[in-house]
């Protein structure tokens, strides 16, 4: 048997006392190591649903089932960069590193080694503000792999990636599942949930379909 690692069971929520319910009696299930991609229109209720897992919306009903030593361990990577833009992508992950109670030595190993698998090595001790698009974007995702998460929630990762930073985000995902990670996976573009998603869900006006 696979062994669950979150479990989402009946969820709903409103933005809104009284107003349109986003996420309708909800309920899937996510495996360690194990991809699951998430699919729909805009207003579907992808991102309300991870912002639910990750803890950040309070939801009305349901329930969102994590064991206590991996919840610990889970990372959110939002559609919106949150970079700062006056930091090298070094300093930046310094920041993350210190913000999760890591000791220096770690940060800078954890955060060369991403970097460098990133394609960024020689780009680390730029500032943000002076990399392409597909460059934040991959510095954005190291952000949040900078804790080594049990469970990654991944809201739109390759948004305007040109090719070099979309085969360089996905090798690095592809390498953080075959070591455990489980992740959900939301993507309207270039076929990834096809290249690398074990299962696909298509979500519709706040449920499964």
């Known amino acids: 048997m696979e062994e669950w690692i979150c479990t989402v069971n009946d969820l709903g929520f409103h933005y809104k006392r009284g107003g349109r319910a986003v ?7 996510l495996h360690k190591g194990e991809i699951l991609g998430i699919r729909g229109e805009n207003g579907a209720g992808k991102s ?3 912002k639910a897992i990750a803890g950040i919306l309070p939801y009305d ?10 919840k610990k361990n889970l990372s959110y990577l939002p559609q919106d960069l949150s970079l700062y833009e006056s ?5 930046n992950l310094y920041f993350y590193g210190k913000i999760l109670g890591l000791p220096a030595k770690v940060i800078f190993t954890r955060a060369h080694w991403l970097l460098k698998e990133l394609g960024l090595e020689d780009k680390e001790r730029e500032r943000v503000s002076a990399l392409s698009g597909g460059m934040k974007r991959r510095v954005h995702l190291a952000s949040a792999l900078m804790r080594r998460p049990d469970i990654l929630l991944l809201d739109e990762p390759t948004v305007g990636c040109d090719n070099e930073s979309y085969d ?4 690095l995902l592809r390498k953080m599942k075959a070591q455990g990670t489980a992740m959900l996976l939301i993507s309207h573009g270039r076929g990834e949930l096809e290249e690398m998603a074990d299962r696909i869900v298509y979500l519709e006006e706040g449920r499964i379909v």
């Not at 996420?23 to 299930?29: D, I, V």
């Not at 009903?61 to 991996?70: A, D, F, R």
């Not at 360089?168 to 090798?171: E, G, H, V």
Request: aromatic share 0%; charged share 25%.
């Open 61 to 70: 009903k349901g329930e969102v089932l994590i064991p206590k030593e991996i």
């Open 23 to 29: 996420l309708k009696g909800l309920s899937l299930s």
């Open 87 to 91: 930091l090298s992508a070094l300093e």
């Open 48 to 50: 309300t649903l991870l």
């Open 168 to 171: 360089k985000i996905l090798a």
